[in-house]
């Protein structure tokens, strides 16, 4: 079964203190594997695609990072505007043809 | 600009009653999706339809109903089979397979 598995929960950071939130996952064959960053009561916005095992996108004080059996989300001196709730979602090849998300990290920043 | 808007933002039903959530996109993308988001819980699959005139249960269907009539817009109806029916819901669109999604700002739905 196709799983995908966030971690932390929830992460408290002090202004300027970087840090990485994880994901891995188990699927069958990769297509994808997408971040996206909800603020609380929207919609989640789009931050990066990765396809292949070594590569690398980035975004402001973001990065995202990919090998075969997780992604890390870096962030480097977060401000308290980055506070929100990151989501990780992997498109499998050979199941289905939705998005399996993982449940989330819940990132706040102190100033 | 090109978008998914769904609505309303916020609604509020009866026991026994049947709503419909909107969702409309100008993105001329084929997929739409409808996701179910409760605390703690992720994003769950209700349906999703990759073309017009056809759609597929997804992991939470129970309770739920869909029709795409048209490419631009795919209405979720939650039943009064739903018993716990207080959820953010999420649409979404995308190109297809491959490819991220689009979503919109959602709705709250509670039972009152």
């Known amino acids: 079964e196709d799983q995908v598995t966030q971690s932390p929960e929830a992460l408290r950071l002090q202004e300027g203190e970087s840090s990485s939130l994880n994901c891995s996952y188990t699927v069958s064959g990769l297509r994808g594997l997408f971040w996206y960053r909800q603020d609380p009561g929207k919609g989640p916005e789009f931050l990066f695609t990765l396809y292949s095992a070594g590569e690398e996108k980035e975004k402001e004080r973001l990065k995202a990072t990919l090998t075969k059996k997780e992604s890390f989300l870096h962030i480097t001196a977060p401000k308290p505007e980055d506070s929100a709730t990151y989501l990780c979602a992997v498109d499998p090849r050979n199941s289905g043809y939705a998005l399996n998300f993982g449940k989330g990290t819940s990132l706040l920043v102190t100033p | 600009d090109g978008g998914i808007t769904q609505s309303p933002k916020y609604l509020f039903r009866k026991e026994g009653q049947n709503v419909t959530l909107s969702c409309e996109q100008n993105l001329n993308h084929d997929a739409m999706y409808w996701y179910r988001q409760d605390p703690g819980q992720g994003l769950r699959l209700i349906y999703y339809?990759?073309?017009?005139?056809?759609?597929q249960k997804g992991d939470i269907a129970e309770g739920y109903s869909v029709s795409r009539e048209k490419k631009e817009s795919f209405p979720l109806t939650v039943t009064s089979a739903q018993k716990n029916p207080t959820a953010f819901y999420l649409c979404a669109s995308s190109p297809g397979q491959g490819f991220g999604y689009t979503f919109g700002s959602g709705t709250r739905l509670t039972v009152v």
């Open positions: 339809s990759q073309i017009v005139n056809d759609f």
